[in-house]
């Protein structure tokens, strides 16, 4: 009888079984060998990891490729940020400097992109003139299912100049200039704006938003056109059955545009009546918001609207004319409504609202939490619901489990697979299975040991990576998320400091040991982002270096935080913080693989850890804070830092240290505009929720002495976690937005063909 499986073996034999059958690894070594010497002229004397990497790749890419052509044909037929001094310090991300092995580059569809120019009214109707191309070159990445032999297509575009780019500037000399102009032309792909939850109005940014859409839209129709779908004609004309093969989610408002590019070449170029042309597009087009924070909306200048796109604004303008007098007809004498409904804003700038665009210009409107949509009907869009209530929808959010399990925690993976089977990967809801593992001593400890593994192998992570000792055996508590205000790092620190305090106030107590790691990006031009990273690393240098404090307390900030980093955290956190303002985060995904790895959280009832506590039960959440109600009521009273300030000693002793210098010997005024904020302007009430915020902490610290308790709610957790799966919130926009019903049914595979 063969000796049983180590824990390591196990997990070794997760990732070849999800990696190949057994009787292909030769297959592979072959490839890979191959791959090393033909494609990247290497042998493996002068060979580097990154070629490794590639030959790796196209290995597997070569898996792919059979499969991604067999699954066309079927629809066919058918910025690095680090740290320095404590400061983020930002670094351009070159990540094309040594190719995409992952890409195929597709010159042959190539497609002209139009900007400037002038609009003539002809008898043949509107024509856009004089305009200046940039071309739109498709690079393709196949995106494999999972044991279903499909692989769909992400196709992305570079922007490139005209081979006849001001040519007759070479003719006179100019060449230096035509080089200039050429580079403005390929800056439209150069650079991604990193601004996050904040609208900057750059005509940069607006020439990449519609020379995105328009060079998709015109892929779309070409698609459209040449494709079967039972039609006999050589060439589709109609544009009947349009919308019933081609669906169009608008991710938030950057790709708005694409209602009245879709509108233009209807129109204008294939010559439907504005009618016809509105209805198709709109049957065609769905919105989904993801936030309700007022600096984030889009809403662009008319006049760059008018230099860059102006058969686009007097298309807007006659959306916007026929959709006020439905709003008219349908609310007499409502002339308020008529002014807060309007496309156009007027005022010093007048501007375009794009949110008000999508939601006239698409047939479902969506918000990506059940709250977060609430919220949307009685705030902001209150007006649009009232119109066409019809439109409104929820789709919660959802993460992956093939990689926000399977992959990144194997452990915990197999843990459960050995529990209910392995069919719970593609099917999320079984792990409900688990719920009567809860008092099963096998199972309980199986989980402890394998977040143990995790925490042991993090710790090493951080301190080769950090220089920082860690107690593996401390509550790993972790906020990893985008800076920003309303996401409340600065509660965290917070209470941060007021755990520092007590043990310096009472040395010789027992306090739960704590490693609390905060990670994230700032946008660049965001100074208070920044500044809160600054005071985080700030508190980190006073208190790891605390010979009274030891390993009680560590503070880490995790520098460039993404995904690669993610799977290594997620899986060994211990809480997970969620704590933003009620009513200000739409979703967050985060809060779920936390959820599905083992993590409890600690939260408000704000975007989808509103269903998350439902779904487990709020016995097995720690919740805290004010909700949206109270929220809304404090508001209109009035919210007052000074009065939680004078009434609360411990967070006015937190405060005073923040004033004084005491985390910033050297420059005492450092986070002067951090307590000024707070004090005075800080629209996230972080001083409301402070003292439920640390009683709530109080408890996590008093389940975690209590370790089988403790896994027995991480239990309940994780067997509760299968609602938010992206499988399950891909099928619902399906059904219920794109009219479509999703297949389970695998392709089969090109060599099953022969």
Request: glycine share 4%; hydrophobic share 40%.
């Amino acid at each position: 009888m063969s000796r049983p499986l180590t824990d390591q073996e196990k997990r070794k034999q997760i990732s070849v079984r999800g990696l190949a059958g057994v009787e292909n690894v030769t297959d592979l070594k072959k490839n890979f060998n191959r791959h090393l010497h033909f494609t990247l002229v290497k042998d493996r004397n002068v060979a580097t990891p990154r070629d490794y990497y590639f030959a790796l790749a196209h290995t597997v890419r070569d898996h792919l490729v059979g499969r991604w052509i067999r699954t066309q044909q079927h629809y066919y037929e058918k910025d690095p940020k680090k740290i320095s001094g404590g400061w983020q310090m930002e670094e351009a991300d070159d990540w094309l400097r040594y190719g995409n092995p992952w890409e195929k580059a597709r010159p042959e569809f190539t497609l002209p992109v139009h900007f400037y120019g002038r609009v003539e009214h002809t008898n043949q109707g509107a024509k856009w003139v004089d305009t200046q191309v940039v071309l739109a070159m498709p690079y393709d990445t196949p995106v494999p299912g999972y044991r279903n032999n499909i692989v769909n297509t992400m196709r992305l575009w570079s922007a490139k100049a005209p081979n006849d780019f001001n040519l007759k500037d070479f003719n006179i000399g100019g060449y230096i200039q035509a080089v200039l102009d050429r580079n403005l032309a390929e800056n439209i792909s150069r650079v991604l704006y990193p601004n996050d939850n904040f609208f900057e109005g750059k005509e940069l940014r607006l020439k990449q938003e519609y020379f995105v859409v328009a060079a998709t839209l015109q892929d779309i129709i070409r698609r459209f056109k040449s494709s079967k779908f039972g039609c006999r004609d050589p060439v589709r004309t109609s544009f009947d059955a349009f919308p019933d093969k081609v669906a169009i989610q608008l991710n938030d408002t950057h790709p708005s545009l694409a209602i009245p590019e879709l509108m233009r070449i209807l129109v204008d170029l294939e010559r439907l009546d504005w009618d016809k042309a509105w209805e198709v597009t709109v049957k065609t087009c769905a919105y989904t918001n993801h936030t309700v924070l007022p600096e984030a909306l889009e809403r662009w200048p008319v006049h760059l609207l008018e230099t860059l796109l102006p058969r686009h604004l007097q298309i807007i303008y006659e959306i916007n004319q026929r959709f006020l007098n439905r709003v008219a007809a349908a609310f007499p004498g409502d002339v308020d409504r008529l002014r807060r409904m309007s496309l156009v804003e007027e005022g010093a700038v007048k501007r375009i609202n794009m949110a008000h665009l999508c939601i006239t210009g698409s047939h479902a409107v969506n918000g990506v939490a059940r709250i977060h949509s609430e919220i949307l009907k009685k705030t902001i869009f209150k007006d649009f619901y009232e119109l066409e209530p019809h439109k409104f929808q929820n789709k919660t959010n959802g993460i992956t489990p093939r990689r926000w399990l399977r992959m990144c925690n194997p452990g915990l993976a197999e843990v459960i697979a050995e529990r209910i089977g392995e069919d719970y990967i593609s099917d999320l809801d079984q792990l409900r299975k688990l719920l009567s593992f809860v008092d099963d001593e096998a199972f309980i400890r199986d989980v402890a040991k394998v977040k143990q593994e995790n925490k042991l192998k993090f710790s090493a992570y951080l301190e080769k990576e950090y220089k920082v000792q860690i107690n593996p055996n401390s509550l790993f508590d972790v906020q990893v998320k985008r800076i920003h205000e309303y996401k409340r790092q600065l509660l965290n620190c917070l209470h941060i400091i007021t755990m520092y305090n007590r043990i310096k106030k009472e040395p010789n107590k027992f306090f739960v040991p704590r490693t609390v790691m905060i990670g994230g990006k700032a946008a660049p031009g965001y100074h208070m982002a920044k500044m809160i990273i600054r005071l985080i690393t700030a508190i980190g240098d006073v208190v790891n270096h605390d010979p009274v404090v030891g390993d009680r307390l560590r503070v880490i900030f995790l520098e460039n935080y993404r995904v690669s980093l993610a799977e290594k955290v997620i899986p060994a956190s211990d809480l997970s913080e969620q704590i933003s303002t009620a009513g200000t985060e739409a979703s967050g995904t985060g809060n779920m693989k936390f959820m599905l790895n083992g993590a409890l959280t600690i939260g408000t009832m704000d975007g989808a850890n509103v269903e998350m506590a439902e779904e487990a039960g709020e016995e097995n959440f720690f919740i805290f804070g004010m909700r949206v109600d109270d929220v809304e009521k404090l508001d209109q009273k009035g919210y007052n830092a000074q009065e939680y300030y004078d009434r609360i000693p411990e967070l006015r002793q937190v405060i005073e240290q923040l004033s004084s210098g005491f985390f910033s010997p050297k420059q005492p005024d450092l986070f002067k505009d951090i307590v000024n904020m707070l004090m005075h302007h800080d629209r996230f009430k972080v001083f409301a929720d402070y003292e439920d915020y640390i009683k709530c902490q109080e408890k996590v610290s008093a389940l975690y002495k209590n370790p089988r308790e403790w896994t027995q709610m991480v239990i309940r957790n994780i067997a509760t976690s299968g609602k938010f799966s992206s499988d399950r919130t891909i099928a619902q926009y399906a059904r219920e937005i794109w009219g479509v019903e999703p297949s389970r049914q695998p392709l089969k595979a090109p060599d099953d063909l022969i």
